[in-house]
C-alpha cells in the first residue's frame, strides 16, 4: 500500500521537477551571458600606407609604312599558239667568215685543251641548223653561244665546251646538240688528216 502511494507521489510529482529543471537552465543560460562580456566582432585594422598611382600621357608611336616588295620576274609560259616559228630567224652558221681559226686560249675554269697546229681547218659538210628553245622564244632572249668543240680525223665532233653561253634559256644546249650532229671534213696538217680544237659561234635572232 506504500509502494503505491510513493509511486503516485512520484506521478504527481514528475512535470513539476521537469518545469523546475527547465526554468533553473534557463536562468543558469542567462546568469552565464550576464556575467561574461559581449563579443561583438570588432577587429581593429592597421593604418595601410595609400601609394599614390601617376598616369603619364605616353606619345603615340608613329607606324611606317613598309615598301611594297618589288614585282616578281615574269616566267616564260609555253604559248598555245602554233604560228610562232613564222616570226623568228635562226642565222645560218658557217665558217666561211670567221676570222680566227686557231684555237683559243682555253677558259680559266673550263678543261684544258691541247693545241693542235694544222695547215687547213675542218669544214662542215652542212650548215648548223641549231633549233630555238621554246622557253628563249617566249621570253624573247637571244644573242650568240660560242661553243669549242674538238673535230676528230675523221671529221666528227668528240667532244665541246661552252666558252661564251647564256645559260638557263636552252640555248647552249640547243647549239652543241646541233653542232654535234654535224659532220665536218677534218682538219688537214701537211696533207694529213688531224683532230684538232675549234671555236664556232652559234647565232640565235628573233625577228
Not at 510513493?6 to 513539476?16: C, E, F, Q, R, S
Not at 662542215?124 to 650568240?144: D, F, H, K, M
Not at 666528227?156 to 647552249?172: E, F, M
Request: proline residues 12%; negative net charge; charged residues 25%.
Amino acid at each position: 500500500m506504500l509502494s503505491g502511494q510513493a509511486t503516485l507521489a512520484i506521478k504527481y510529482k514528475y512535470p513539476i521537477t521537469i518545469r523546475l529543471a527547465t526554468l533553473s537552465s534557463m536562468l543558469l543560460l542567462i546568469f552565464t551571458f550576464l556575467i561574461y562580456p559581449r563579443y561583438l566582432g570588432l577587429i581593429d585594422l592597421e593604418d595601410i600606407e595609400l601609394q599614390e598611382i601617376i598616369i603619364e600621357n605616353i606619345p603615340q608611336t608613329q607606324q611606317f609604312e613598309r615598301p611594297p616588295p618589288p614585282a616578281r620576274p615574269s616566267v616564260p609560259v609555253e604559248s598555245e599558239d602554233e604560228d610562232i616559228a613564222d616570226d623568228l630567224t635562226i642565222e645560218e652558221t658557217g665558217l666561211d667568215n670567221f676570222e680566227a681559226w686557231d684555237a683559243p686560249p682555253p677558259p680559266p675554269e673550263g678543261p684544258r685543251v691541247k693545241f693542235i697546229p694544222y695547215d687547213d681547218p675542218p669544214q662542215p659538210l652542212s650548215r648548223i641548223r641549231p633549233v630555238y628553245p621554246e622557253i628563249a622564244q617566249e621570253a624573247g632572249i637571244e644573242g650568240t653561244v660560242v661553243v669549242q668543240v674538238f673535230v676528230d680525223k675523221k671529221g666528227r665532233v668528240k667532244d665541246t665546251v661552252i666558252l661564251k653561253g647564256i645559260p638557263n634559256t636552252g640555248l647552249d644546249e640547243a647549239a652543241i646538240s646541233a653542232i654535234r650532229k654535224t659532220r665536218f671534213r677534218p682538219a688537214k696538217q701537211r696533207e694529213r688528216p688531224v683532230g684538232v680544237w675549234i671555236s664556232i659561234p652559234v647565232n640565235f635572232r628573233l625577228k
